[in-house]
């Protein structure tokens, strides 16, 4: 109930960030008050700090400490304390979970500039509860000040963002391939009807898949579409090869992300299927992108391995909404 309760807090001071950017922990200070959580009180730190994506309370079992939303005026002249970034402070280390088990846990470390004590939250509880409700399937607002396009990765740090190389790789196999244009002869509309088969769809007909998660996505020819040129761009640097490995990237991602992305001064909202493989030259992958169009997740663009392993990296950002592995 705690957690649920402070899940709920969360939310409403998101929504009053602009007015009041800044929490400060606090602790009730009585005589049951853990030595831990009473070296948290009054630490203040602007909402966006990692450091309260470990120790927004609560921070362990029957845990009663709470925030308070500040305004830094409110910060320096009330509590006399200039807001500063947790910075290096923040660290991580491998909690015991059970005696009997010997299981551990990983949980983040916060280290007191003041009295040099390093605290963690009790294993289970180093987490956000309102960012564990609500913000895995909401990105934050669009901010083209933020580096990398405009957004911020908060999904990915909460998530533990895995490195591109230690994700496990689909192997290629020969039915996710198909035999280039050059050697088939088929037509662009061919390829095209080849892949939306896999939906049971075809060109002019668009089907409604639902996902891994469970979210409608619309597949249709619209993937394919060169909305700068004309006409479909199914043939661009042999991509028709890959078309079967596109579909197995909706059917069967590694990662769903959801992310917002700005293209000709306008701001769109896309998730994208990411997809891992192991080809003859090592890892290979493809992306998929869907956009929000009238309530509805439409098919936009996808993309096959003619781009480095480097490149699908940088796909990675946003809010992650599924990860396989």
């Not at 005696?99 to 551990?104: A, F, Q």
């Not at 190389?165 to 509309?189: F, I, N, R, Y």
């Not at 896999?198 to 249709?220: L, Q, Y």
Request: charged share 30%; net charge positive; with cysteine.
């Amino acid at each position: 109930m705690q957690s649920a309760y402070m899940a709920g807090r969360w939310k409403a001071q998101m929504e009053n960030a602009d007015d009041r950017p800044y929490l400060m922990y606090v602790a009730v200070l009585d005589s049951r008050t853990r030595p831990a959580h009473k070296a948290l009180h009054g630490k203040i730190f602007h909402m966006d700090d990692p450091f309260w994506d470990s120790f927004y309370p609560p921070n362990g079992w029957k845990c009663r400490c709470r925030t308070r939303a500040l305004t830094e005026k409110e910060a320096i002249q009330r509590y006399g304390r200039k807001p500063a970034p947790s910075g290096d402070r923040l660290s991580e280390t491998d909690a015991l979970v059970s005696k009997s088990t010997g299981e551990m846990r990983p949980v983040a470390v916060y280290k007191d500039t003041l009295t040099g004590m390093k605290i963690s939250p009790d294993p289970g509880f180093s987490c956000n509860p309102g960012k564990a409700a609500f913000e895995p399937f909401t990105p934050r607002p669009f901010d083209p000040s933020e580096l990398e396009g405009g957004y911020k990765t908060v999904g990915a740090q909460f998530h533990k963002k895995t490195p591109i190389e230690d994700m496990p790789a689909k192997k290629l196999t020969k039915d996710m391939l198909l035999e280039p244009h050059q050697k088939s002869g088929w037509s662009e509309e061919d390829y095209i009807n080849a892949f939306l088969k896999e939906f049971n769809a075809e060109k002019g007909k668009p089907a409604v898949h639902r996902d891994v998660i469970n979210d409608p996505v619309v597949i249709s020819e619209d993937l394919f579409k060169d909305r700068v040129k004309g006409g479909y761009k199914v043939l661009k640097a042999g991509r028709e090869v890959y078309l079967p490995m596109l579909a197995d990237t909706i059917k069967d991602p590694a990662e769903i992300w959801l992310t917002w992305v700005q293209t000709g001064g306008k701001i769109r909202l896309c998730k994208r299927y990411i997809g891992i493989y192991a080809g003859g030259e090592g890892k290979e992958g493809g992306f998929v992108v869907f956009d929000l169009l009238k309530d509805m997740w439409r098919g936009t663009t996808a993309f096959s391995p003619d781009r480095m392993i480097s490149y699908l990296d940088k796909q990675r950002a946003g809010t992650l909404l599924y990860a396989k592995y």
